[in-house]
């Protein structure tokens, strides 16, 4: 029974969240993968084009609930998802036109537009605080657990408490839906092929007739739907704080680079590497140590490192890729 009740903390406090974190980074990370393999350059500016989008997302939620709109059980945000995702897709496409396009035509190093793209975050940041403020923002409504703690005693009768909310089990099944409708449309649409053609190849992609202004046009609008629906989640899931996804840039970073940046597959696959390296070496397992072995009580939290210190497991791991395997996981493109 004790055992049991290790693996129900195990599952509360590390695989639930763990896993639903993985599912934000994931999305993140593929952002980041689009701009690096169409158009050549790590978008620093990633990071601020989430917290723009899901800005968006929350001032049209506030204004849905003043209308008495709501989604039942579900957070309004969901409803509003799609005119934040439109919003954020002209951002970038005005961004591209007034900034990114000039350095496109004459063609700028990749180093170029990488400072180009720390301008735009350092803008967008600004942006972002002017239209929302800077305080933390709650705007997750609805039903909040589909599992309470009181429930899954009742069900079970166990002493260790087990919660699922529904702001984790949306992310997870959002995520899901948005890699598979990203597969499809990249690998079974005439403008998907085109998009993987011109990164694998931008002259013979030319050749061929591909319009380089609208694969360009397509990806900043995939980039932003991916950047507003992760960062959304990421808000319903913790909370928004318009800093906070100045922070997260580092472990999408470190997923796309360490699955193989340029894959879309290393991506999803390196945000649940950095998620569950972050919250299990964060984790205090002075619980699930004194389910497994009772004579043993520690004066501790049993607890590699401060949660103080969850961004800088990201940074190691992501230095210890680029120094051992660059490619990453699936062999991407070299950093």
Avoid at 14 to 20: E, G, L, N, S, Y
Avoid at 71 to 81: K, V
Avoid at 183 to 211: P, Q, V
Wanted: glycine residues 8%; proline residues 4%.
């Amino acid at each position: 029974m004790e055992v049991i009740n290790a693996l129900v903390a195990l599952t509360n406090y590390v695989i639930i969240p763990a896993t639903a974190y993985g599912a934000q980074l994931a999305l993140g990370a593929l952002g980041v993968t689009l701009i690096y393999s169409i158009l050549r350059f790590s978008n620093f500016a990633h990071g601020d084009t989430m917290a723009f989008g899901t800005a968006v997302v929350i001032l049209i939620t506030w204004g849905l609930q003043a209308m008495g709109i709501t989604f039942g059980p579900l957070p309004t945000a969901l409803i509003a998802l799609p005119f934040g995702i439109a919003v954020t897709a002209l951002m970038m496409l005005g961004t591209d036109r007034v900034v990114y396009r000039y350095y496109r035509r004459i063609r700028a190093q990749p180093v170029v537009l990488v400072m180009v793209s720390v301008g735009v975050m350092f803008v967008m940041n600004a942006l972002t605080r002017f239209l929302i403020g800077v305080d933390q923002i709650n705007f997750a409504d609805g039903e909040r657990f589909i599992i309470s703690a009181r429930t899954w005693n009742q069900m079970t009768g166990m002493r260790e408490p087990l919660t699922l909310r529904t702001t984790q089990a949306i992310t997870v099944v959002t995520a899901a839906i948005t890699v598979a409708a990203l597969f499809w449309f990249l690998g079974r649409t005439r403008t998907g092929k085109s998009m993987r053609a011109f990164s694998d190849n931008e002259d013979l992609a030319l050749l061929s007739g591909i319009d380089p202004d609208r694969v360009v046009k397509v990806t900043w609008v995939l980039t932003a739907a991916l950047a507003t629906i992760a960062g959304t989640l990421y808000g319903l899931d913790k909370s928004f704080k318009a800093f906070t996804y100045f922070q997260i840039v580092l472990p999408i970073f470190a997923s796309a680079i360490v699955g193989g940046i340029g894959n879309p597959v290393g991506a999803i696959v390196g945000g649940f590497i950095i998620s569950f390296s972050e919250v299990g070496l964060t984790y205090a397992w002075k619980k699930v140590a004194g389910y497994l072995v009772p004579a043993w009580e520690p004066d501790g939290l049993v607890q590699l490192l401060s949660t103080d210190y969850k961004f800088a497991v990201s940074f190691v791991i992501l230095i210890l890729v680029l120094i051992f395997r660059p490619t990453g996981i699936f062999r991407g493109k070299v950093v």
